[in-house]
């Protein structure tokens, strides 16, 4: 609430909340874009306590706030609805935003996250009404085993309804589009279940593709798959629809865009994805099982290893959908199945991995959702803790991947399999006891590899999780508060780069020339290395890894700007060598640039070192102008 009369303020005077197309933050200022520059109130701004200057750049409107720009931005974006009422930039995504694989974590996780309270509700619930079948205290003519049925259910049968919203708004599209996309997938009268009669015809008849064709569009063959419970479906659907949406509402006038534009893309997106999308999920399951088929009877232990490890990724793209009627058809045909009991070990390791974050975790919010979320995947409901804790946090999903890997392999060796139909996580114990031999071997062996499994998923997680320095350093004070004032003593700091010291006031950035921002200098640097001028912590490092905050183990704030406006550059030419929460020593390398692409995408590589808590000192000497090497002296800092 500190900033809340400053935010209403900036707001009002960029010319409200609706000139607002979007609004970031870098490590000193809010970077709006604005839909008329020329209603932005530039002088009211400048003159504003609070604000340190306005500039215009790069299409962008920038008001300069200081070091807590990050808290105004906060309170920017609450008091302007920006989240809720349009995409706002996230100040998180710019520059390098990681690995494929990170991207897609984060996609998925941002997407299953507003759920995610709900689906560890309905997973204990799904849990426990099958423990209460399963112990003979309810039964399933119960109307009251229906009743908890149908709300454990609810949620996992109308998932895509429900990922329909979150991931539509995810991509920047209208949420309810994307739940009106995903109704129509899991509409009843287009399930194959409720088709009658002979199929119209065989499309690819005689191979793994073979698919029938009851209904066409345009005389465009359906083939019909059942999307209650899937995932991968709706969230590609929704993708492209949010493409689809931003193109057709450039296109259609205004007068009738509010109606036109849905339809337009609701008339286009569900067919597609009824005579695309679906049928190539259709056919990757059936190839998916006919290659497991084949790898069992290669090798037992590598088709437990393959089929473990992989189990909680195929259920992410929906792919075991290829695995399931092959065991069904199994257990019908001969008796028994040994592909559905190779995955068997899973859910025991996830619960493995969810438990070792609950006991080295210091946040709040996985305290509280790990132990439901451990409930739910012991009795084999694997969703909120995969979702909501496994895969945002990568490394005890990665260990939970490896433990079921290794359990899996250990029952494709003492020759698992399952004897009918049974639950998942210890409601499927059952189904591995032998009609005649009883518990023999290949049951002990099931519990032997659900407990090395979990073990093995808990150790890793435990000591390599990654977890514990995170929650440590985010429960931690924040560096600048654990110096205080009287902390702050004289100080040496050295030169961060190779190259020509130059006066601060003669750079081109009025924010950083006024010394608003702090005092020091500016270096124009003849190599593309950043080399810490002292000891201490890295405070800020942004993903555009342009800027860098330091607090020296004197109590100095340092921040050093490598170029001007270099932020749009997205991280483009940089690679940071720490991160943020860093130990650093003095001499260590930090960041390196490429000077010269930099350059050529038009920005000045002149790079303001300055100290940020100037008012702690009663004077801060700099070098003279010219030329200067890192280890050498640049400022000096009296208390």
Known sequence: ???????????????????????????????????????????????????????????????????????????????????????????????????????FIDMISGIFQPILAVLVASGMIKGFNALFLAAGWLNEASGTYQVLNAIGDALFYFLPIFLGYTAMKKFGGTPFLGMLIAGALVYPALDPSAQAGEPLYMLFAGTLLESPVYIEFFGI?????????????????????????????????????????????????????FIVIGPIATWASQLLGAGTIWLYELSPVIAGAVIGSFWLVFVMFGLHWGLVPIGINNVVSQGWDPILALMFVHSFALAGALTAVWIRTRKQKLKTLSPPAIISAVFGVTEPGMYGIALPLKRPFMFTLIGSGIGGALLGLFGT??????????????SFIHPEEGMN?????????????????????????????????????????????????????????????????????????????????????????????????????????????????????????????????EGKFFNAHVAQGDKIEKGQLLIEFDIEGIEKAGYEIITPVVITNFDQYTSIETAEEGTIQTGKPIMFLNK
């Open 417 to 430: 399999v399952a004897h009918v139909m049974g639950g998942l996580g210890i409601f499927q114990i059952p």
């Open 441 to 569: 071997m290949a049951f002990i062996g099931a519990l032997i590899a659900a407990v090395v499994g979990a073990v093995l998923a808990f150790v890793l997680t435990y000591f390599f999780g990654g977890a514990t320095k995170e929650n440590e350093e985010s429960a931690q004070p924040a560096p600048q508060e654990e110096n205080k004032e009287e902390n702050i003593t004289n100080e040496v700091i050295e030169s961060p780069m190779n190259g020509e010291a130059v006066n601060l006031a003669d750079i081109s950035d009025s924010a950083f020339a006024s010394g608003a921002l702090g005092k020091g200098v500016a270096i124009k640097p003849s190599e593309g290395k950043l080399i810490s001028p002292v000891s201490g912590t890295v405070t800020a490092l942004f993903d555009t890894k342009h800027a860098i905050g330091i607090i020296t183990e004197h109590g100095a704030e340092l921040l050093v700007h490598i170029g001007m406006d270099t932020v749009q550059l």
């Open 221 to 273: 063959p359906i083939i019909l798959m059942t999307y209650a419970m899937s995932v991968i479906p709706i969230i590609l659907s929704t993708f492209f629809a949010a493409k689809l949406e931003n193109y057709f509402a450039k296109l259609i006038p205004d007068v009738v865009k509010t109606f036109v534009v849905p339809m337009l893309t609701v008339l286009t997106i569900v067919p597609l994805t």
């Open 1 to 103: 609430m500190k900033y809340e009369k400053l935010a209403k303020d900036i707001i009002e005077n960029v010319g409200g909340k609706e000139n607002v197309n979007s609004v970031v933050h870098c490590i000193t200022r809010l970077r709006f874009k604005l839909k008329d520059e020329g209603k932005a109130n530039t002088e009211v701004l400048e003159n504003m306590d609070g604000i340190v200057t306005v500039r215009q750049s790069g299409g962008q409107y920038q008001v300069v706030i200081g070091n807590h720009v990050p808290d105004v931005y906060k309170a920017v974006v609450i008091e302007g609805g920006f989240e809720s009422n349009r995409p706002v930039d996230d100040p998180d995504d710019n520059g390098d935003k990681g690995s494929l694989l990170d991207r």
